[in-house]
């Protein structure tokens, strides 16, 4: 009999519980997933021109993870290994505007098998395909031949409406919840997802400590400044989202968590496979048993999946290669990654054409480790450009200068090469903002190789469709002697 989505949960049903104390009863849930938000735009993590209040007191009194990173750089790619535990790849979400396959399932559902209410809400969530307000009629009939739509059969609770009506959704959530039950409850904000509002507020621009991988100049500092306020604005709307938890007598039973769903939309940032696309936010609090402390461990975007279903005391489902670390989060024995992976797929939903550039289609994928990281570009001959943001004062501004040859070198190599090439490696300890390619160099010859092993066990394990990183030809030996002329 074939496995199905269907019968998967089932045996979750049936499978002995994964808690790591069986006195400590499990905690509902609340995950807090802010739009393209950058490490380090909180205030707990050193960037103090803001003021992130709830969030820093909340840092204060959880783990503070400084390593986390999204499986992808994008939205909905990213959102996939959050909710599945699997690599976008892996999971069949290549295409910016799939809906989740039916059998891939996801921690609400691993969850309901062990009892849980679950939920949904905020802006659009990504994983149910195009909404149907943006959807193209072609789009649209597809989906509904093939019911591809499947999100509201894997939660009790769907609601995809504005920022502005979370408080309300998550008070009804709570309200309707069944008083002997778990639950869990995902909340999805916009901010600070570009466009950045302009009634949003804005930060001194003069007070950011721009990051080496950005030009100074004013429309940088002003796009920045936006999307600080915007920041700012998830920080009041998280803050609005706890107090709802405390009046409902929820908080002490509960495991939250705050995270970004991929990086900032800047160069360097969103669609790329650099730190400040994929290195988000995540802090993770549950008062009276996860113990304040900060940490460097590497944490992916698969993680965060397996590490929920865990705590609710379920097994994750077979095909998940995220590593809980629920472990970590109660003080117990945790074997940390050794490595994270990242992959760039395609962005939108518009089709491909002579003049599409980098920002909408690009191949990549990426490994890191505490110390390297490695890229291997698939599409170097596209143009490059920032996702969302291209026309912004900050990135016009940088093409000016790129025009007007007033650039600094590792600027004008960084965003204006082309090709670009295809191995990249960048040694973190000497250079945290990946400014120096150092893919090729005899002194990083086993490094890279160890980092292209790794890579290669992710493509071969994910059922990868990009090339081999590691050259596979196999070529016999010379049979017999060579005739002589």
């Not at 769907?158 to 909340?187: A, E, H, M, Y």
């Not at 915007?230 to 939250?256: N, P, W």
């Not at 960048?426 to 990946?434: S, T």
């Amino acid at each position: 009999m074939p496995l199905t989505r269907r019968s998967l949960l089932k045996s979750l049903a049936a499978a002995p519980g994964m808690l790591l104390s069986q006195q400590t009863p499990p905690p509902n849930i609340l995950f807090i997933l802010s739009d393209d938000h950058s490490y380090p735009y909180v205030g707990a993590y050193g960037a103090d021109w803001m003021y992130t209040p709830n969030l820093d007191k909340f840092a204060r009194e959880g783990v503070l993870f400084e390593k986390a990173f999204t499986a992808a750089p994008q939205c909905v790619p990213s959102r996939t290994a959050l909710m599945t535990g699997r690599s976008p790849v892996a999971a069949r979400m290549g295409r910016f505007s799939s809906p989740l396959p039916k059998d891939i399932p996801t921690v609400p559902e691993v969850l309901r098998t062990k009892g849980y209410y679950t939920g949904v809400c905020g802006r659009y969530f990504h994983l149910d395909g195009s909404p149907a307000n943006n959807a193209a009629p072609t789009t649209r009939m597809v989906y509904e031949k093939y019911d591809m739509r499947t999100w509201k059969n894997r939660v009790d609770f769907l609601d995809i409406s504005n920022q502005g009506t979370t408080v309300g959704l998550f008070d009804q959530f709570l309200t309707k919840r069944p008083q002997n039950r778990p639950w869990f409850f995902w909340i999805n904000y916009n901010d600070p997802h570009h466009p950045w509002d302009a009634d949003a507020g804005k930060v001194d621009p003069a007070k950011i400590k721009l990051p080496a991988h950005l030009p100074d100049l004013p429309g940088v500092r002003d796009d920045l400044s936006r999307y600080c306020g915007e920041i700012e604005r998830a920080d009041r709307s998280f803050g609005e989202a706890m107090a709802v938890l405390r009046k409902h007598g929820q908080e002490a039973g509960t495991m939250v968590l705050f995270m970004g769903d991929n990086g900032m939309a800047f160069p360097h940032g969103k669609g790329s496979l650099y730190d400040p696309g994929l290195n988000v936010p995540l802090i993770a609090r549950w008062p009276g048993h996860i113990k304040p402390m900060v940490t460097k461990t590497l944490i992916s975007g698969e993680d965060v999946a397996a590490t929920f279903m865990t705590a609710g005391g379920a097994m994750p489902p077979t095909g998940v290669s995220g590593r809980s670390f629920y472990p970590l989060l109660m003080g117990q024995k945790y074997e940390p990654r050794e490595y994270v992976f990242g992959a760039r797929l395609h962005h939108g939903a518009a089709s491909f054409n002579e003049q599409t550039k980098a920002s909408n289609f690009d191949l990549s994928r990426c490994v890191r480790s505490s110390k390297y990281k490695f890229i291997y570009n698939l599409t170097p001959q596209m143009e490059y450009w920032p996702v969302d943001s291209g026309q912004d004062p900050g990135w016009q501004q940088i093409l000016e200068a790129h025009k007007a040859g007033k650039l600094k070198p590792e600027h004008e190599k960084m965003y204006f090469t082309r090709p670009r090439p295809v191995f990249e490696m960048y040694d973190l300890e000497k250079d945290p903002y990946e400014l120096n390619n150092v893919a090729g160099r005899p002194e990083y010859k086993d490094a890279q190789q160890t980092l292209m092993a790794a890579m290669q066990e992710k493509i071969i394990t994910d059922y990868d469709f990009v090339p081999p990183v590691l050259d596979e030809t196999v070529r016999p030996a010379q049979q017999g002697k060579t005739k002589k002329k």
